[in-house]
């Protein structure tokens, strides 16, 4: 793979200043020094503009597929990989530098700007095909990575060249050269995608918009610094692809948002009422007028649905209510339906929701119908509510504050809460426990996803508590019954919601005798869905901690 290089006979020019030779001095329309500054910045956006192209597909990856750690390691390894082979690939391109890199830029361009696009589409019109196309979507992703990597790979070599041609150095320092600009982009383009791109343009637009800046940088550096070195044919496809490639990326930023409202309604369906992107997560309520449902989806998974969100939220709250309740903390649970259940019951005084999102938080206390469902739980006098992180909030909590803490998270399995079903997180959780409190987890599906939900269940006795596992089924067959699951799982959805009571001492599992009287949930009903979960006991499965995460 590695080409030898004997040493040149005494006397004998060097390679690059052969006529016609892959070093051959550059004709260039500047000085030489301009020249070479022209190419390092031109190498400057190239990295910046490849850097958002991976992490454009790793955060697409990862709100369409789920599982962040997976999808950005596959993204990153075939893409690293890929370089490596673009690189070898392109040094058949030095004889033809200049027009290589033209046509490489260009071709990059078209690929990473509609990448998003691409992968966006297959997702929300064949995502539910199932059968040979169930992997379809991470198809597309290793192609989409793969190519880009070819083409990112690519570059460095035939621009390697192109630095030389204008003015001889030895390799070392052209490395250096090169190498200091790639990385200062990729820095750049790196701070740009999550600080600039995503939140004022969202990840198609500023996809599009990124293709379009190497477009125009690209074929700017190969057409004005070394057009003298293609042909007059060569510089008319050169220029020809170049406008294509920005008429199809232009053409595609204008149809974005007809674009966004046809693939929302082919994921979620035609009743759509709000679609927002926040600082944290994608927020799309559908339903709640007309007598249809509301539900309401964070980052393509379902985290409430109007159909079945009573038997979770009575499961999840009239259990840990059984005993002392003036003063309660709900992590999570911005949706304000967890507060609504807690607010239910005589006696309680104060109630601390600590959501991450404050736009959830304010779609639930102003959508008509959000805020009906939860019956303006949120805007009780008795309730504050603060937008943090709940692992940060929970260190700087006072100790032995709460007589119950409600844990109203996605699932474990989702890589964003891992650290919310920690060892570490329930040790805080318990810090904050009055005597006798007592914590209630959701912690997944039981009888689809035992693993973690007993995963769950040993972290939490490995934090010093004592547990009482239960859970409670959905009332609509093949419905995607729980936080966590995306509109495409509907068909296989898991039909029961598994939950976790924990105290210092043994919790007692029941209904309180003095408190409200639940509209779904019994004492019969809640005793079987102990003895459900009961049953699917896996035993012996290690904590999950911060730095061995188990789900």
Same mark, same amino acid.
């Given at each position: 793979?590695?080409?030898?290089?004997?040493?040149?006979?005494?006397?004998?020019?060097?390679? $690059?200043?052969?006529?016609?030779?892959? #070093?051959?001095?550059?004709?260039?329309?500047?000085?030489?020094?301009?020249?070479?500054?022209?190419?390092?910045?031109?190498?400057?956006?190239?990295?910046?503009?490849?850097?958002?192209?991976?992490?454009?597909?790793?955060?697409?990856?990862?709100?369409?597929?789920?599982?962040? %750690?997976?999808?950005?390691?596959?993204?990153?390894?075939?893409?690293?990989?890929?370089?490596?082979?673009?690189?070898?690939?392109?040094?058949?391109?030095?004889?033809?530098?200049?027009?290589?890199?033209?046509?490489?830029? @260009?071709?990059?361009?078209?690929?990473?700007?509609?990448?998003?696009? @691409?992968?966006?589409?297959?997702?929300? $019109?064949?995502?539910?095909?199932?059968? $040979? $196309?169930?992997?379809?979507?991470?198809?597309?992703?290793?192609?989409?990575?793969?190519?880009?990597?070819?083409?990112?790979?690519?570059?460095?070599?035939?621009?390697?060249?192109?630095?030389?041609?204008?003015?001889?150095?030895?390799?070392? #320092?052209? %490395?250096?050269?090169?190498?200091?600009?790639?990385?200062?982009? @990729?820095?750049?383009?790196?701070?740009?995608?999550?600080?600039?791109?995503?939140?004022?343009?969202?990840?198609?637009?500023?996809?599009?918009?990124? #293709?379009?800046?190497?477009?125009?940088?690209? #074929?700017?550096?190969?057409?004005?610094?070394?057009?003298?070195?293609? &042909?007059?044919?060569?510089?008319?496809?050169?220029?020809?692809?170049?406008?294509?490639?920005?008429?199809?990326?232009?053409?595609?930023?204008?149809?974005?948002?007809?674009?966004?409202?046809?693939?929302?309604?082919?994921?979620?369906?035609?009743?759509?009422?709000?679609?927002?992107?926040?600082?944290?997560?994608?927020?799309?309520?559908?339903?709640?007028?007309?007598?249809?449902?509301? *539900?309401?989806?964070?980052?393509?998974?379902?985290?409430?649905?109007?159909?079945?969100?009573?038997?979770?939220?009575?499961?999840?709250? /009239?259990? @840990?209510?059984?005993?002392? /309740?003036?003063?309660?903390?709900?992590?999570?649970?911005?949706?304000?339906?967890?507060?609504?259940? =807690? !607010?239910?019951?005589?006696?309680?005084?104060?109630?601390?929701?600590?959501? !991450?999102?404050?736009?959830?938080?304010?779609?639930?206390?102003?959508?008509?119908?959000?805020?009906?469902?939860?019956? /303006?739980?949120?805007?009780?006098?008795? %309730?504050?509510?603060?937008?943090?992180?709940?692992?940060?909030?929970?260190?700087?909590?006072?100790?032995?504050?709460?007589?119950?803490?409600?844990?109203?998270?996605? *699932?474990?399995?989702?890589?964003?809460?891992?650290?919310?079903?920690?060892?570490?997180?329930?040790?805080?959780?318990?810090?904050?426990?009055?005597?006798?409190?007592?914590?209630? =987890?959701?912690?997944?599906?039981?009888?689809?996803?035992?693993?973690?939900?007993?995963?769950?269940?040993? &972290?939490?006795?490995?934090?010093?508590?004592?547990?009482?596992?239960?859970?409670?089924?959905?009332?609509?067959?093949?419905?995607?019954?729980?936080?966590?699951?995306?509109?495409?799982?509907?068909?296989?959805?898991?039909?029961?919601?598994?939950?976790?009571?924990?105290?210092?001492?043994?919790?007692?599992?029941?209904?309180?005798?003095?408190?409200?009287?639940?509209?779904?949930?019994?004492?019969?009903?809640?005793?079987?869905?102990?003895?459900?979960?009961?049953?699917?006991?896996?035993?012996?499965?290690?904590?999950?901690?911060?730095?061995?995460?188990?789900?």
């Amino acid at each position: 793979m590695i080409e030898p290089h004997a040493p040149a006979p005494p006397g004998c020019p060097p390679s $690059w200043s052969a006529p016609g030779g892959p #070093g051959t001095p550059a004709r260039l329309p500047v000085r030489p020094g301009t020249g070479r500054f022209l190419v390092l910045a031109g190498v400057f956006v190239c990295a910046a503009c490849g850097l958002v192209y991976e992490l454009e597909l790793v955060a697409l990856a990862s709100y369409l597929l789920g599982d962040s %750690v997976t999808q950005a390691s596959v993204v990153l390894s075939v893409m690293v990989f890929a370089m490596g082979i673009g690189s070898l690939a392109a040094k058949r391109l030095r004889p033809l530098a200049a027009a290589g890199f033209g046509a490489v830029e @260009a071709t990059l361009a078209l690929v990473g700007g509609c990448s998003a696009m @691409a992968l966006y589409a297959v997702f929300a $019109w064949t995502g539910d095909w199932g059968g $040979w $196309w169930a992997d379809g979507p991470r198809c597309l992703l290793v192609a989409f990575s793969l190519a880009t990597g070819l083409l990112i790979g690519a570059e460095i070599p035939l621009l390697m060249e192109l630095i030389q041609r204008i003015r001889r150095q030895d390799a070392g #320092g052209a %490395v250096a050269d090169l190498s200091a600009a790639d990385y200062v982009g @990729a820095l750049v383009g790196g701070l740009a995608f999550p600080f600039l791109l995503l939140p004022l343009l969202g990840q198609l637009t500023g996809a599009l918009l990124t #293709g379009a800046v190497n477009a125009v940088v690209g #074929g700017a550096l190969v057409l004005g610094l070394f057009r003298r070195d293609l &042909t007059r044919r060569a510089r008319w496809l050169l220029m020809a692809g170049n406008a294509l490639v920005l008429a199809i990326l232009a053409s595609a930023a204008l149809l974005v948002d007809d674009f966004e409202r046809a693939a929302r309604q082919a994921v979620y369906g035609g009743d759509v009422r709000v679609a927002l992107q926040t600082g944290v997560q994608e927020v799309v309520l559908t339903g709640g007028r007309h007598g249809r449902p509301l *539900d309401l989806f964070l980052d393509g998974r379902l985290r409430v649905s109007g159909r079945d969100e009573l038997r979770y939220h009575e499961a999840l709250v /009239h259990p @840990a209510m059984s005993g002392p /309740h003036a003063r309660v903390l709900i992590l999570g649970g911005g949706d304000g339906l967890a507060t609504r259940e =807690v !607010l239910r019951h005589p006696g309680v005084d104060r109630v601390d929701v600590v959501e !991450l999102d404050a736009e959830v938080v304010r779609l639930a206390r102003t959508d008509p119908a959000l805020s009906a469902l939860n019956r /303006h739980a949120l805007g009780d006098p008795r %309730v504050r509510v603060t937008a943090e992180d709940a692992f940060g909030w929970l260190r700087g909590a006072t100790p032995a504050t709460y007589d119950v803490v409600v844990s109203d998270l996605p *699932d474990p399995g989702l890589t964003a809460s891992t650290k919310l079903y920690s060892q570490e997180f329930y040790g805080l959780t318990r810090r904050v426990l009055a005597p006798g409190g007592r914590l209630v =987890v959701h912690a997944g599906p039981v009888a689809d996803g035992p693993r973690a939900y007993w995963t769950v269940e040993a &972290t939490l006795r490995a934090a010093g508590l004592r547990t009482a596992p239960y859970g409670t089924g959905s009332g609509h067959t093949g419905f995607a019954a729980g936080p966590g699951r995306t509109p495409a799982d509907r068909s296989r959805a898991p039909r029961s919601w598994g939950f976790v009571l924990a105290a210092r001492t043994d919790p007692r599992l029941r209904l309180d005798p003095d408190g409200p009287r639940p509209s779904v949930l019994t004492q019969a009903s809640l005793a079987a869905g102990e003895r459900a979960a009961r049953r699917t006991r896996i035993g012996g499965l290690p904590a999950s901690t911060l730095v061995h995460p188990r789900y």
